[in-house]
């Protein structure tokens, strides 16, 4: 099965040309790893870490940049069963993160702190999905 860490060039580029203007969401979906994966001399290397340990770190290190740039988590869950989709996917959490338009995005993935914090997320996760959406508000209807 093929597992998604980063964004290939491809969808990166096709989000990149959404407008920049509005606020969007951003669902991400994770599968943690048995074991953190740090490249070797890394300050995390060696310690033992889990998936989940790893991507505390980097919830801990990104969090601030993502607050600064007005980011917040409007919804956040704790995988339990698929119901439509691949038996064998399953997840471990998923959350929305709110940012008030794609600039702030873009504007933290480009933060030189937030790059070196980026690195607790690659070691945690085996796979992962990132997909953006338009915020919509309640409805008491699907359509």
């Known amino acids: 099965m093929t597992t998604y ?16 203007d509005q606020p969007i969401h951003m669902l991400n979906m994770l599968l943690y790893r048995d074991r953190a994966e740090y490249p070797d001399g890394h ?4 310690k033992g870490w889990n998936g ?6 980097y919830g801990k290190t990104s969090g601030p940049i993502f607050h600064r740039v007005g980011g917040s988590i409007v919804w956040r869950g704790a995988f339990q069963a698929m119901v439509t989709g691949p038996h064998e996917r399953q997840w471990h959490d998923g959350f929305v993160a709110h940012y008030p338009n794609a600039s702030a ?16 997320r690659t070691a945690a996760l085996i796979d992962s999905r990132l997909m953006r959406f338009e915020p919509g508000g309640e409805s008491d209807t699907f359509g």
């Open 52 to 57: 989940r340990r790893a991507y505390e770190e």
């Open 5 to 20: 860490i980063d964004p290939s060039r491809e969808n990166f580029e096709a989000f990149k040309a959404l407008p920049r």
């Open 105 to 120: 995005f873009f504007e933290m993935i480009k933060d030189a702190a937030y790059q070196t914090a980026v690195v607790n």
């Open 43 to 46: 300050e995390h290397a060696g």
